[in-house]
C-alpha cells in the first residue's frame, strides 16, 4: 500500500503533516476583548431571532408599498446572522480552550490550534 511505504508499517502512526499554525501571532486589544465577553452572554438563538424578525418587518414592509424601507430592513437579516456567527465561535473557542485547561487572558498572543498563550 503507497501510505505504508511513507509511514513504515500499519502499525505505526503516521503523521499526515497537518497544518500547524502555532507560528500566528494572534494579539486582540482591549476593546476587541471587551465586546466578545459582552456579546458572547448573548444567547445565540437571539441573533437568530432578530434575523427572522428583520426578514418578517422587511416583508411586511414589501407588501405596504414601503420598497426603501424594505430594503433597509431586510439588509440587517446577514448581518445579525453573521454576528451571530462569530458570537458562536467565540463560545466554541472558549469551551474548547477551557476544556483543555488554557486559560484566555484578556489580551492574548499565540495560537489556536497550537493552544499556546503567552
Do not use: H
Amino acid at each position: 500500500m503507497a501510505w505504508m511505504s511513507q509511514c513504515g508499517s500499519a502499525q505505526e502512526v503516521c503523521d499526515m503533516g497537518t497544518f500547524d499554525t502555532s507560528f500566528q501571532k494572534k494579539e486582540e486589544g482591549k476593546i476587541t476583548t471587551q465586546i466578545e465577553e459582552r456579546t458572547s452572554k448573548v444567547p445565540s438563538g437571539t441573533y437568530l431571532a432578530l434575523s427572522i424578525g428583520a426578514m418578517a418587518a422587511s416583508a411586511g414592509l414589501m407588501l405596504a408599498g414601503k420598497k426603501q424601507a424594505a430594503n433597509f430592513i431586510g439588509q440587517w437579516a446577514p448581518s445579525l446572522l453573521v454576528i451571530g456567527l462569530y458570537n458562536k465561535v467565540v463560545k466554541l473557542e472558549r469551551e474548547l480552550l477551557s476544556s483543555q485547561g488554557v486559560t484566555k487572558p484578556a489580551t492574548t498572543q499565540g495560537s489556536f490550534a497550537g493552544q499556546t498563550y503567552r
